[in-house]
C-alpha cells in the first residue's frame, strides 16, 4: 500500500499593487477607481479637494486662530470648503451653485467611505464618478484674488482732462477692496460724492442722491453728466484709468496692472 501523503494547500500570496509615487492625486484616484477600490479612490479625491483649496486661496483664508491667539494652517476639508465660500462671498462673486451642490452630496463619500454597507456597490462608483465631475468644475474656477487698496476715509478722484473736469468721492465703507477674478476686476465698496471741479471753480453737489453710492454707480452718474452737458463727449470707456486715489496720485488703472 502507499502511505497517504497529505497535500499542501495551494498558497496564494497577495501582491501588492505598486502605486507611481511621481502620480498626483487626481491620477491616484483615476487608478484605484478602475482598480474598483473604491475606499483608496475616494481618499485621493479628498487629498486633492484640500490640496486644491488650499493653493486656491488666499494666504488669509488658509488660516485659523489657535488657542494662543496665533495662527495655523486648516486642514479640514469641510472647513477649508466653508472658506472658500466665505472667499467668493466676500469678493462679491457667487460660487458656482453646482460646485457648492455636487460638495454637500459628495462630503460623506470622500470624509468617510467606510460608511458605506457596500464598499463595491455601483451606487458607490456613480458617487466617485460625480466626485470626479466635482473636481472637474473645482479646475474651470477663474483664479480669484481680492485686495484692499484704500480705506474708510481716503478720496478718490474722478478726472476728466479734455474737459478740465474732476470729481471727488470719499469713501464710507471699510475697506475699499480690488477684486480680480480672471481676467474682469471690480472695485468693491461705497461712498459718497463731495465735490466737483469744473473750469477752476469747485462746486459742493447735491446730496440728494450722491450718497451711499457704489463705485460703479458713481462713474455711470459722472459720465452721464459730461456726456449731458457736452455735446460730442464721449466719456472714457476704461473708468478705472479715470479713477484716481488720494493723496497717492495713482490710478486704478496702474493699481490693476500693478
Known amino acids: 500500500m502507499f502511505a497517504h501523503v497529505k497535500k499542501e494547500p495551494t498558497r496564494v500570496f497577495e501582491v501588492p499593487m505598486i502605486i507611481d509615487p511621481a502620480l498626483d ?7 484605484y477607481f478602475e482598480k474598483k477600490d473604491y475606499p483608496t479612490c475616494a481618499n485621493y479625491q479628498r487629498k486633492w479637494y484640500e490640496q486644491f483649496i488650499k493653493k486656491y486661496l488666499q494666504e488669509n483664508y488658509r488660516l485659523e486662530l489657535t488657542k494662543n491667539d496665533g495662527a495655523g494652517s486648516i486642514t479640514g476639508l469641510n472647513t477649508l470648503f466653508g472658506k472658500l465660500t466665505k472667499f467668493y462671498k466676500d469678493c462679491g462673486i ?15 463619500t470622500v470624509t468617510n467611505p467606510f460608511s458605506h454597507d457596500d464598499l463595491r456597490s455601483p451606487i458607490y462608483r456613480q458617487e466617485l464618478e460625480r ?11 477663474k483664479p480669484l484674488r481680492k485686495s484692499v487698496i ?15 473736469y474732476s470729481c471727488r468721492f470719499k469713501i464710507t465703507t471699510e475697506p475699499l477692496s480690488l477684486v480680480k477674478h480672471g481676467s474682469d476686476a471690480f472695485v468693491r465698496g461705497k461712498g459718497d460724492v463731495v465735490d466737483f471741479t469744473e473750469n477752476g471753480i469747485t462746486k ?24 449731458d452737458q457736452n455735446a460730442g463727449f464721449t466719456p472714457n470707456s476704461d473708468r478705472f484709468a479715470a479713477l484716481v486715489l488720494k493723496p497717492q496720485e495713482i490710478t486704478f488703472r496702474q493699481i490693476i496692472d500693478g
Open 150 to 164: 484704500a480705506y474708510r476715509g481716503d478720496i478718490i478722484e474722478y478726472v476728466e482732462p479734455s474737459l478740465n
Open 25 to 31: 492625486y487626481f491620477e491616484k484616484a483615476q487608478l
Open 131 to 141: 466626485g470626479f465631475q466635482l473636481i472637474e468644475s473645482l479646475e474651470a474656477l
Open 94 to 108: 457667487a460660487l458656482p451653485k453646482i460646485i457648492k451642490e455636487e460638495f454637500h452630496l459628495h462630503r460623506d
Open 204 to 227: 459742493p453737489v447735491p446730496k440728494k442722491g450722491m450718497s451711499d453710492l457704489t463705485i460703479e454707480v458713481f462713474c455711470e452718474k459722472i459720465a452721464k453728466h459730461l456726456t
